[in-house]
């Protein structure tokens, strides 16, 4: 897996209007925001160390998903888009009651509609959690909501993952 280096950079495309972290010479990646969603046009700016922990408390988040690798990196770079996403109105009717679980950032939740989904939360406050949506959800009004959306919702909207991990050794 890709590991966050000082070397990464934030910037902004306006031919693609999409959010991009430079990563090297040959490899960017692109997020799936673009100017109206983001409260800054960033211009070479450098990952900073705060990032480069957030990216590895993702991705120690969505271990506990069984996924493949290039898919938990696509995960990890879009959940640290964060910090430059304005902030959504909660959509909570799209949502079913949930068991109100106590969110903190980089969680792991369940969202109900129509259908189920898993979501990260990005970050949270006393009423509501931002939740980067993991996969495409029908929602209680019919409407689809694509993966790697972020939504809004009032803490009762969420329940908490119930996964067993097993133990793991070190060496």
């Known amino acids: 897996m890709l590991k966050p280096s000082e070397r990464w950079y934030w910037t902004y495309c ?6 991009l972290l430079d990563i090297s010479d040959q490899a960017q990646f692109c997020a799936p925001f673009g100017a109206s969603q983001l409260i800054q046009l960033p ?3 450098a990952l900073t160390m705060a990032e480069a922990e957030a990216f590895q408390l993702i991705e120690d988040s969505l271990q506990q998903l069984d996924m493949p690798a290039a898919v938990r990196l696509e995960l ?28 903190a950032q980089y969680d792991i939740v369940m969202l109900r509609g129509l259908s189920s989904q898993y979501a990260i939360v990005l970050s949270a406050d006393s009423d509501c959690a931002n ?9 209680l009004a019919g409407k689809n909501v694509a993966r790697l959306q972020v939504v809004r919702v009032l803490h009762n909207r969420v329940s908490a993952l119930n996964v067993s991990i097993p133990y793991r050794h070190s060496a």
Do not use: E, M, V
Not at 14 to 19: G, N, T
Not at 81 to 91: D, I, R, S, W
């Open 14 to 19: 306006p031919q693609k209007d999409r959010l």
């Open 43 to 45: 211009q070479r700016q």
């Open 76 to 103: 990890c770079l879009t959940a640290l888009c964060a910090p430059f996403l304005q902030q959504q109105a909660h959509k909570s009717w799209y949502f079913q009651q949930g068991s109100d679980a106590a969110t």
């Open 131 to 139: 939740c980067l949506l993991l996969g495409d959800i029908s929602t």
